[in-house]
């Protein structure tokens, strides 16, 4: 009796079917490789669309520089870190991308004090978008108000956010007239004011000096003291104090509530002290009395 013998047709697809299925047998079989597998997988691909494909989301907002965040009442920055901030600096990315990047900065001093006001003009690389709600800026919710760590390559930067928009704030300021007086002043503080002098706060000239005027104030000291020897005596002893009349232009913004605001927080009101200073001087205890419309 003759046998015949069949040979087995064993194509490409059986192969791969036949590993297939030792595969899936393997990782039923050792089921908590499977899903370590599965969450590394998850996580690579959860990366490579956040860092290649998904499209960047950009913010910009005005912040304040200050020493410390929201939680530690510091002072004012000083000059120095003033002058260590400049325009084009940038904060990267672990791909090294620009994430914060520093358009513009505006210092104004404070007062009688060596420390300064700092505002910055900042375009930010966030998740969320504003339109929709929350954003969110280095892990942490971005708003006005919030405060924002900044680490640029020179220097490293806390503040406050003062506002927020989805386009390149505008900073556009106009000029307006201002009277300021002084009452009981020295004749070397007069002397002191030069027309023409004024102050850049690192964009643009945003004070001068139009004019000066000085009023002898004869009267003051004397009349509380007692006999009018005393008061002679006291006269020749005593500096003359003098009214000091300064007429200036300021440049100002002009918020969503109408008042004028120098310098983004200081209110331009009749009747209210004010803080100027240009490059060679400092207006100590001047107020504002008059201005233009």
């Known amino acids: 009796m003759k046998t015949t013998k069949r040979s087995l047709n064993i194509t490409p697809g059986v192969i791969r079917a036949v590993k297939k299925s030792k595969t899936l ?39 304040k520089v200050s020493q410390g965040l929201w939680w530690a009442s510091t002072q004012r920055p000083p000059q120095w870190l003033a002058s260590a901030l400049r325009e084009g600096m940038v904060e990267k990315d672990l791909t090294g991308n620009p994430k914060a990047k520093i358009l513009s900065v505006r210092s104004y ?44 390559s020179k220097a490293e930067v806390t503040g406050t956010v003062m506002q927020m928009s989805n386009k390149p704030i ?27 002098d004024s102050y850049h706060d690192g964009q643009e000239k945003v004070f001068e000096v139009l004019d000066k005027q000085l009023t002898l104030n004869s009267s003051f000291g004397f009349e509380a003291y007692g006999t009018s020897a005393e008061r ?4 020749s002893q005593t500096q003359p104090r003098y009214l000091i009349t300064v007429k200036a232009k300021i ?29 060679r001087f400092y207006f100590q205890d001047y107020q504002l009395i008059q201005v233009s419309q």
Request: glycine fraction near 6%; proline fraction near 3%; charge should be positive.
């Open 25 to 63: 047998k393997f990782f039923l079989d050792n089921w908590f490789l499977a899903i370590f597998f599965g969450c590394i997988a998850f996580v690579g691909i959860v990366s490579f669309y956040k860092l290649f494909v998904k499209s960047e989301n950009f913010v910009y907002a005005r912040v």
């Open 251 to 279: 440049k100002t913004s002009q918020p969503s509530f109408s008042i004028p605001v120098y310098g983004f927080e200081q209110e331009v009101r009749t009747g209210k002290p004010f803080n100027l200073s240009t490059r």
């Open 109 to 152: 001093p404070y007062y009688s004090t060596s420390q300064y006001d700092i505002y910055l003009h900042l375009r930010l690389k966030v998740s969320g978008r504003l339109k929709t709600g929350t954003v969110n800026f280095n892990r942490s919710t971005l708003a006005v108000g919030s405060p924002i760590e900044l680490s640029f």
């Open 170 to 196: 505008k900073e556009k300021l106009v000029w307006q007239e201002v009277t300021l007086v002084k009452n009981n002043g020295y004749q070397w503080e007069y002397d002191a004011i030069a027309v023409g």
């Open 232 to 235: 002679s005596l006291i006269s």
